[in-house]
């Protein structure tokens, strides 16, 4: 029997103690790790990405507060040393298999332009591939930085609201065009 697809592990951010899943990105400065010759291997379709992110927002300032990141199991050393060489001694690095498991650190992050966050998900719009689009969230927060600066936080969530009234959104509805379709739901441009 084939691998059962299921909908990609989502970043988060962390806002006054409270999570959401990153639901939209529009710019460019968010944790990766090829810019740092760290490579990855996807452990299967839940993180075809091979890494997942968790944001922190303290004192205006964006932070990676926690990564996890999937290797190659010959690589896992290497990205192992390289981690604890980005991150150092105040990163939690568990890496005695593929699976690196950072935590307890503030790395900070350069981002510059807009993220949209999502909390309180609607369970009839779940698509079970790719990530949930803003809409299918009770509460959507866009937040707009400038070099990791917070600059603004604005409510979406009667504009998101606005969007499945008007698309009569009733979830798992059959795309109109596939290649827009695939772009939209394994994308996360807003």
Known sequence: MGEIMTAPS???VWIDGRRYDLCGV???GLF????????VES???????????AYEIRGHHLYLAELELWSDPTLWRRNRAKLADLFGDEAQIDGAHPLVDVTDMLFPIQFTGGLLV????????????????AYAYREVQ??????GLLLA??????AMLEV???????????????????????????
């Open 43 to 53: 452990p299967g379709t839940a993180c075809w990405r091979g890494f997942t992110c």
């Open 164 to 190: 499945r009234l008007r698309q009569g959104m009733r979830g798992n509805s059959e795309p109109q065009n596939l290649s827009a379709w695939i772009y939209d739901s394994f994308g996360m441009d807003f």
């Open 142 to 147: 866009e937040l707009t930085f400038e070099s």
């Open 26 to 28: 529009q710019g460019e």
């Open 32 to 39: 990766n790790p090829a810019i740092f010759d760290i490579d």
């Open 118 to 133: 999502g909390d309180d998900f609607i369970s009839e719009l779940y698509d079970g591939l790719g990530f949930q689009p």
């Open 153 to 158: 936080q604005s409510d979406c969530s009667m």
């Open 10 to 12: 989502s970043d988060s």
